[in-house]
């Protein structure tokens, strides 16, 4: 089972429209989870952090944390086409590595 | 607030060869880790350092190596280079408080080309 799973996509969604982007972890002793987006060729760039249960809103961007089902979940509003790229799930526990899913690609279609 | 930078951005070597890449991490991040991107495969870590010891260590073999220096910046050494080790290199820091591994914020990597 990999520690940090996310669906590759792609996933299209209309520009205006909500983008659900959803992770499962594996290690119930999991502290720390974050949200990044990565354009093609580039670095990996934060969009949001949380660490505790719930939501989290950032702007047009919402992380939800459920560690009872272990899932976390990032939700963008009124999406845009340059909203348009990979978005990674990361999770760490204390002082372990931080994990990184393998992304969702989303495309948001003009 | 100077981020995360990374040199050399772009290298070629022949099989063989060894490489070093260097990242400075943001002032007063302690923790710098390494990662391995090459297309289809997804972030591979590679290891962790804080405070001068690797703390974290990945499953790549003995030719990819680090080490972190005191004032936090860190290389990462490649050995007997194979046309395998293609990637983007990505160093990232952040800055741990208490128990709690807080946001990492990366560089822009090092594209290694090996031919």
């Known amino acids: 089972q990999k520690e940090v799973e996310q669906n590759s996509g792609p996933l299209s969604v209309p520009e205006g429209a909500i983008a659900s982007l959803n992770c499962t972890y594996s290690?119930?002793?999991?502290?720390?989870f974050f949200w990044y987006r990565q354009y093609s060729g580039k670095s990996p760039e934060l969009i949001m952090s949380?660490?505790?249960?719930g939501d989290k809103e950032d702007g047009r961007f919402t992380a939800q944390l459920n560690k009872a089902s272990q899932y976390v979940s990032l939700l963008i509003r009124d999406s845009q086409p340059s909203d348009s790229a990979t978005y990674l799930c990361?999770?760490?526990?204390?002082?372990?590595?931080?994990?990184f899913g393998t992304g969702t690609k989303l495309q948001v279609i003009p | 607030k100077a981020g995360v930078t990374q040199t050399p951005r772009y290298l070629i070597k022949t099989r063989g060869q060894q490489v070093t890449l260097s990242c400075s991490p943001i002032?007063?991040?302690?923790?710098v880790s390494w990662y391995q991107q090459t297309p289809g495969q997804g972030l591979q870590f590679l290891f962790e350092?804080?405070?001068?010891?690797?703390?974290n260590k990945g499953n790549f073999p003995g030719r990819f190596s680090g080490r972190q220096f005191s004032n936090s910046r860190s290389e990462m050494n490649v050995s007997t280079l194979e046309l395998g080790d293609s990637a983007l290199y990505l160093c990232?820091?952040?800055?741990?408080?208490?128990?709690?591994?807080?946001?990492?914020?990366f560089g822009q990597g090092t594209r290694l080309t090996v031919v």
């Open positions: 990232a820091s952040s800055l741990q408080l208490g128990q709690m591994n807080t946001e990492a914020f």
């Open positions: 290690d119930r002793g999991s502290q720390s």
């Open positions: 949380i660490y505790s249960n």
């Open positions: 990361a999770v760490s526990g204390g002082y372990q590595k931080v994990t």
């Open positions: 002032s007063g991040h302690r923790s």
């Open positions: 350092y804080f405070s001068e010891t690797q703390r």
